[in-house]
């Protein structure tokens, strides 16, 4: 059985610049979340999706947008990069969306 | 205000001493409680969820409704104990996890 995976493992961008995040589900789960971790602060929510469908969202604005594919892989997708963009990006998947949730190693997002 | 505090940013412990990170929570309903552990250059991992009543590698820990508590226990702390402990809730609509911000349990001989 193959873990939740994600790409790239360190992203360097510039401000204003827009990028995109990609997770790979584990095996037979089809529930997507993504949370962002800053330096010295637990996980917060960003966005969830269940069934390609968005299935609740957290306090971040528009710019922060997201999709899950068939397969129920994922993308994260940031507009209009800030300097407080940087963080490490994880994403766990869940068997549904009332069930644990697994997490990847993450993306490591600096923003210059 | 839907909440996680963990008022330790570091514990550190002496090997063989009993251990217990705080947890408290602010939350409207009855929420789901876990703790998560992050090992040294690993991915976050689930250590305990309150339903299962389960006692993972020695740690146990017990929701107090009363005192909105979720304290992590174990009797006699190993060197591999050493990691970053985060608790979380999830409200039962089973969405977003919560996350407090994290513990250093630092266990030396």
């Known amino acids: 059985e193959t873990g939740v995976t994600q790409s790239p493992t360190h992203l360097i961008k510039t401000r204003g610049q827009q990028v995109t995040l990609r997770c790979s589900s ?4 089809n529930t997507v979340s993504w949370y962002q971790q800053a330096l010295g602060q637990g996980p917060q929510f960003i966005f969830q999706y269940y069934r390609e469908e968005e299935n609740g969202r957290g306090n971040f604005p528009p710019r ?21 963009d ?19 190693p993450g993306t490591r997002l600096t923003v210059l | 205000a839907q909440r996680v505090t963990q008022p330790e940013k570091l514990l550190s412990v002496f090997k063989g001493a009993p251990v217990e990170l705080k947890c ?5 309903g009855s929420p789901e409680l876990f703790w998560y552990v992050q090992y040294s250059r690993q991915r976050l991992q689930l250590l305990l969820r309150h339903i299962s009543r389960e006692s993972i590698k020695g740690f146990t820990a017990d929701l107090n409704k009363g005192e909105t508590s979720f304290h992590l226990k174990k009797p006699f702390a190993q060197e591999e104990d050493s990691a970053m402990y985060y608790c979380a809730l999830s409200g039962q609509a089973g969405t977003a996890l919560i996350f407090g911000k994290g513990t250093t349990l630092s266990v030396s001989s």
Not at chain 2, 24 to 28: K, P
């Open chain 1, 26 to 29: 584990q095996s037979g789960h």
């Open chain 1, 64 to 84: 922060f947008s997201g999709l899950q594919f068939p397969n129920y892989s994922s993308e994260l997708n940031v507009n209009a990069l800030e300097l407080d």
């Open chain 1, 86 to 104: 940087s963080a490490l990006y994880l994403c766990a998947s869940s068997l549904d969306n009332r069930d644990t949730q697994y997490f990847g």
């Open chain 2, 24 to 28: 408290n929570y602010s939350y409207s």
